[in-house]
């Protein structure tokens, strides 16, 4: 199920070793993988420091946006679960883009995963939605 759970749009978790191997070039030097998951070509990778987001594009999936999202820059996080049918669970975050987190305008974005039925999101959402509490504590301190 794991293949059509890909091609309906839902991330599956991957191995650490595996994230390593085929995306260790992307880590910054002494930076870790804590987990990972997988749609059908496209991958995100959590680590102590960042979101990393790799987006394989075109036919043969060689073109590839990374796209990489600062721990600390993330302020909120929102969950909408599955429902009935096709629904599938939504888990979006909020995070600053702005170089300076206590700037008069802040830019700020956001980024959703879709995970299949399934998949029991809520430990990432409460370790997400944790994050960002402690986030915006020291943000407006």
Known sequence: ?????????????????????QYGEYLMLDEQIEMGFKLVRDTFIFTENRLILL???GVTGKKTRILSI????????????GGTGF???ELTVHYIVSPYYRAN???TSTYT???GKKFNVQPIYVALTTLAHENRTRINK
Do not use: K
């Open 1 to 21: 199920m794991g293949f059509m759970d890909g091609l309906l749009g839902n991330y599956s978790e991957v191995t650490i070793d595996e994230l390593h191997s």
């Open 55 to 57: 987006d394989h594009q």
């Open 70 to 81: 600062s721990i600390d820059a993330i302020f909120d996080v929102t969950l909408e679960t």
């Open 87 to 89: 629904d599938d669970s």
């Open 105 to 107: 305008n802040v830019e």
């Open 113 to 115: 995963f879709e995970f």
